[in-house]
C-alpha cells in the first residue's frame, strides 16, 4: 500500500463522540486526501491537503476537520461522530506532478461505525 | 464540473473469456483518466491512466482501456479473464481544466465477477 497506514483499522463509538483517525506516509508526498467509501456511492473526496497547514474542503466535507501538522501525517476529526458518518474511510497521497498527472496511492482503510 | 459513470453495477464474465468494464465521463476541458481495483477489506489499487499519446493505454496484470474523446469513454478491457480478476473497479476523472488540487472524482464502481 504505497507506504501508507491509518490508524485505528477499525473502530466502533457512539454518537455524540469525538474520534480522529490519523494517516501515515513514508513517501514524502505533498499531497494527501481523505475519503469515504459508501455502497452506491463509490468515493467520495472528504479533504485534502496540499502542503503542511495547508488544506481544503472535499465535496463532503460537512461534520469533519482535518489538521497537517507535518508532511507524513494527515489527521480527520469527526467533531462528533453521527450515524450517518459509519464508513471506510480511505486516504490516500500523491506527489503532486506539475500539470497533476499525478497518480493517488491508496492507504488500507479504517472501517468506522457509529452506534 | 468534472463527474464519471459507470452504467454497470456488476458484470459477469467466464474466465477466458474478454472481459469489458465501462466508464463514460464528463470534463470541461480535456481529462485524465484512472483505473483502480479494490480487492476485499484492501484500499484501492491503482492498475493504469490515460494522460494524453496513444488511445490505447496498457496497465497491471494484464489490463488495458481504451480512451475515446468522441464518445467521452475509457473502457477497461482484458483478453482473458481470471477467477482471480473477480473485485470491484472504479474509474477516476481529473479535469485538466478546473481539477484544482489534483483531485479526482470517482465512479460508484463495477463489481466483476469472473466464473469458472
Known amino acids: 500500500d504505497a507506504g501508507i497506514t491509518q490508524s485505528p483499522r477499525h473502530k466502533v463509538t457512539e454518537t455524540g463522540t469525538p474520534v480522529t483517525l490519523r494517516c501515515h506516509q513514508t513517501e514524502n508526498h505533498r499531497y494527501m486526501y481523505w475519503y469515504r467509501q459508501d455502497p452506491g456511492h463509490g468515493l467520495r473526496l472528504i479533504h485534502y491537503s496540499y502542503g503542511v497547514k495547508d488544506t481544503d474542503k472535499g465535496e463532503v466535507s460537512d461534520g469533519y476537520s482535518v489538521s497537517r501538522s507535518k508532511t507524513e501525517d494527515f489527521l480527520l476529526t469527526l467533531e462528533s461522530a453521527t450515524s450517518s458518518q459509519t464508513s471506510v474511510y480511505f486516504c490516500a497521497i500523491s506527489d503532486g506532478l506539475a500539470g497533476g498527472t499525478d497518480t493517488q496511492y491508496f492507504g488500507p482503510g479504517t472501517r468506522l461505525t457509529v452506534l | ?116
Do not use: M
Open chain 2, 1 to 116: 464540473a468534472q463527474s464519471v459513470a459507470q452504467p454497470e453495477d456488476q458484470v459477469n464474465v467466464a474466465e477466458g473469456n474478454p472481459l469489458t468494464v465501462k466508464c463514460t465521463y464528463s470534463v470541461s476541458g480535456n481529462p485524465y483518466l484512472f483505473w483502480y481495483v479494490q480487492y476485499p477489506n484492501r484500499g484501492l489499487q491503482f492498475l493504469l491512466k490515460y494522460i494524453t499519446g496513444d488511445n490505447l493505454v496498457k496497465g497491471s496484470y494484464g489490463f488495458e482501456a481504451e480512451f475515446n474523446k468522441s464518445q467521452t469513454s475509457f473502457h477497461l478491457k482484458k483478453p482473458s479473464a481470471l477467477v482471480s480478476d473477480s473485485a470491484l473497479y472504479f474509474c477516476a476523472v481529473r479535469d485538466i481544466l478546473t481539477g484544482g488540487g489534483n483531485k479526482l472524482t470517482f465512479g460508484t464502481g463495477t463489481q466483476l465477477k469472473v466464473e469458472l
